[in-house]
């Protein structure tokens, strides 16, 4: 249990779901975060944690491991599940097994990016496991994801099945988000005389931080008054805040943490900068675009896949400093690219990535395996 895109995606499908009138379950393996009694409350749905791992190597890991899947295998035993859905290549391959030993009928696996540091032998036997009769199927979220599973995991095509991440409604149907800008940005301690630029991630190495950090002397040299919000946690944040304080720039740069407002903070910048360095279909560019936010993005090949180079965003090569600071530098001194960027890039989330349209796909996606009494 932690707060990241997978998790939030999960929580979201599984509410829309008991919406909907079916029974749902939320289940990790840990709760890494300390969430667990938190996301109990919130939450109509059912939501626990299996205790499956820990921090610490050796007996107790495996101990612990060992006891959270004869939990999920129980679990499953007396609620006669009819789909499991598993987030990332670990539970895939943890719980698609466990599934089919009781006889689930829908085992569906899904990869929303590659893990870091993931040994090649575990992709290839995640792949394996697809191919087999143990999995149902694999989701993926971007085209690039199902050329990494053909190409690297060996996957057959067959059993890919495309669904992009959608943007929640609200936040699309939102109104009153001047009055939330003003409000937000006082509680931020920024005028409407600054610049507010914002970038949401985990403080990871493939979420690129260190980069857009590196720009920022540069954007502060043609902007003066740009100030940087990066809204997430991590492992690195302590590295990541020294690295300000080494380019002169922590008066300029704020970490925000975990947020549950967000969509507010969107609202309330003037550029989103998505510095990525590897990625699936990131949630948090995807709801940037969905307040009209202009936006500077590493131009990976799963966001090349949706976006356009000035048609809807301004796309840099991934983990050049440079240039990532040339287009925020051009889009602060371009008022005009900014509305149209924002504007165009508003109106492709809208057609195409809204949640209602995800989570009908994923409905109909259900009901196809449950009707045909096998893979689809």
Not at 262 to 278: E, G, K, N
Not at 296 to 306: E, G, K, R, T, W
């Amino acid at each position: 249990m932690t707060v990241g895109g997978a998790q939030l995606t999960l929580l979201k499908l599984a509410g829309a779901f008991y919406e909907r009138g079916h029974h749902t379950t939320a289940v990790f393996l840990y709760d890494k975060d300390g969430l667990e009694s938190t996301w109990q409350q919130v939450y109509p749905f059912e939501v626990f944690s299996l205790g499956g791992w820990t921090a610490k190597g050796g007996v107790e890991r495996i101990w612990l491991l060992s006891k959270g899947l004869l939990r999920l295998y129980r679990y499953l035993y007396s609620h006669k599940i009819d789909i499991l859905m598993s987030f990332t290549q670990h539970s895939n391959l943890l719980a698609i097994p466990i599934a089919y030993l009781n006889g689930v009928q829908g085992r569906v696996a899904s990869n929303r990016g590659r893990i870091e540091n993931i040994p090649l032998w575990v992709e290839r036997l995640h792949g394996k496991m697809i191919n087999s009769r143990l999995a149902t199927c694999l989701i993926v979220n971007s085209p690039l994801l199902i050329k990494q599973a053909i190409e690297i995991e060996g996957v057959n095509p067959n059993k890919i099945r495309l669904i992009y991440n959608g943007v929640a409604d609200e936040i699309l149907q939102e109104e009153g988000f001047d009055k939330r800008r003003t409000a937000t940005r006082k509680a931020l301690g920024i005028d409407e005389t600054e610049v507010m630029l914002i970038s949401v991630g985990r403080l990871t190495h493939q979420k690129g931080h260190s980069y857009l950090l590196q720009a920022m002397p540069a954007i502060r040299a043609c902007t003066p008054k740009a100030k940087l919000f990066i809204v997430g946690d991590g492992p690195l944040r302590k590295k990541l805040e020294n690295l300000t304080k080494q380019l002169g720039i922590q008066r300029e740069v704020q970490f925000l943490g975990t947020r549950t407002d967000v969509p507010c903070l969107l609202a309330a910048a003037d550029v989103f900068i998505h510095p990525s360095v590897s990625e699936g279909m990131p949630n948090a560019l995807l709801e940037a675009m969905a307040v009209g936010l202009p936006c500077v993005v590493s131009a990976l090949d799963a966001v090349q896949d949706i976006l356009q180079h000035e048609l809807n965003s301004l796309l840099v090569p991934p983990s050049d400093a440079v240039a990532m600071s040339e287009a925020v530098c051009r889009l602060l001194k371009d008022e005009k690219l900014r509305k149209v960027l924002g504007s165009q890039a508003q109106k492709l989330v809208r057609e195409q990535f809204s949640s209602q349209r995800m989570i009908d796909q994923y409905e109909q996606l259900f009901n196809q395996i449950l009707n045909q009494q096998g893979t689809v």
